[in-house]
Nanobody, 122 residues
Framework: QVQLVQSAGGLVQAGGSLRLSCTASGRTFSNYYMAWFRQAPGKERGFVGAINQSSDGKRYADSVTGRFTISRDNAMNTVYLQMNSLKVEDTAVYYC???????????????WGQGTQVTVSS
């Protein structure tokens, strides 16, 4: 089992920045691919970004490329999502997730954080 605990989100103005973190406990964090997903009201949960175990492989959704950065610190068992140039349409509940294989599909991820609300105001 892997337990994922996310930091608080927040309210930020458009154009601002926010960093989310997700800390793992249980099994060896460095064994897992990590990802962030988000779900806006009335929409399905969608892929935001993923990172492999050694941080030399990353992938982002087109909508966040150039604005969001995913990173991890295996010594701290933590994955981060740095969000810059935030837009109103980035408003959603954000989830971190862990998987034992590379994927951008939420169905591949076995372990999930509790979710955190990010609200971007205009």
């Amino acid at each position: 089992q892997v337990q994922l605990v996310q930091s608080a989100g927040g309210l930020v103005q458009a154009g601002g920045s926010l960093r989310l973190s997700c800390t793992a406990s249980g099994r060896t964090f460095s064994n897992y691919y990590m990802a962030w997903f988000r779900q806006a009201p009335g929409k399905e949960r969608g892929f935001v970004g993923a990172i492999n175990q050694s941080s030399d492989g990353k992938r982002y959704a087109d909508s966040v490329t150039g604005r969001f950065t995913i990173s991890r610190d295996n010594a701290m068992n933590t994955v981060y999502l740095q969000m810059n140039s935030l837009k109103v349409e980035d408003t959603a509940v954000y989830y971190c997730a862990a998987a034992d294989r590379w994927s951008t599909n939420s169905r591949s991820y076995e372990y999930w954080g509790q979710g955190t609300q990010v609200t971007v105001s205009s």
